[in-house]
Nanobody, 124 residues
């Protein structure tokens, strides 16, 4: 089974940067869609960024130009570089993987078959 483990969260000042990592264990996820979602108290989970197996990235409008998603297929790691952070970016960030072999310009919205436990990012 696939296990996703996030790290890199924590407190950060507004305007600062954080890089989240998500290690996939138990399976090579190079041919999968992967992405980041977030959820803050009282709000629904929202998609932040996703990346296809051939490295096509898609971003939520709220993070475009500030966040960058990338993946290392050799190390089986997904990253999210978060710059120019705002207090409204405060949330638990979750890594997701799925849609094995999917071919398209962007990952389907319901691609998340496997999820990490989440990592808290707090911007103040």
């Amino acid at each position: 089974d696939v296990q996703l483990v996030e790290s890199g969260g924590g407190p950060v000042e507004a305007g600062g940067s954080v890089r989240l990592s998500c290690v996939a264990r138990g399976y090579n996820v190079a041919a999968w869609c992967m992405g980041w979602f977030r959820q803050s108290p009282g709000k629904e989970r929202e998609a932040v960024a996703s990346i296809t197996a051939d490295n096509r990235a898609t971003y939520a409008d709220s993070v475009k130009g500030r966040f960058t998603i990338s993946r290392d297929k050799v190390k089986n790691i997904l990253y999210l570089q978060m710059d120019s952070l705002k207090p409204e970016d405060t949330a638990v960030y979750y890594c997701a993987a799925g849609a094995l072999g999917y071919i398209g310009a962007k990952c389907p919205p319901d691609f998340g078959e496997y999820w990490g436990q989440g990592t808290q990012v707090t911007v103040s």
